[in-house]
Nanobody, 123 residues
Framework: QVQFAESGGGLVQPGGSLRLSCAAS????????IGWFRQAPGKGREGVSC????????YYSDSVKGRFTISRDNAKNTVYLQMNNLQPDDTATYYC????????????????WGKGTLVTVSS
């Protein structure tokens, strides 16, 4: 059974950092693309970052490019999202997901989702 467990969220001041973890079970995540998405209160779910397998590429939304870094540890079956210089607009519940395909997909193309971890950026 494909499952994700996100962790690492919390309350942080503007300019601070957090590292989110997405631990996978039921499959080997080194075979599939893994994406991070977020949903702010009252807004739709949006893509933040993705790491593919087909070409090893990493992708970032314009709003987080240069501040967030996605990585994977295949031995731990875990994907991380390092978030630096966090801003209030980054406040959201963050989810990891996979399309169980090697290439990254948008929100609608993801088949399996975690339950999310809340990130709050506030002074």
């Amino acid at each position: 059974q494909v499952q994700f467990a996100e962790s690492g969220g919390g309350l942080v001041q503007p300019g601070g950092s957090l590292r989110l973890s997405c631990a996978a079970s039921g499959f080997s995540l080194d075979l599939y693309a893994i994406g991070w998405f977020r949903q702010a209160p009252g807004k739709g779910r949006e893509g933040v970052s993705c790491i593919s397998v087909s070409n090893g590429g990493t992708y970032y939304s314009d709003s987080v490019k240069g501040r967030f870094t996605i990585s994977r540890d295949n031995a731990k079956n875990t994907v991380y999202l390092q978030m630096n210089n966090l801003q209030p607009d980054d406040t959201a519940t963050y989810y990891c997901a996979t399309p169980l395909q090697p290439r990254c997909r948008k929100v609608d193309g993801m088949d399996y989702w975690g339950k999310g971890t809340l990130v709050t950026v506030s002074s």
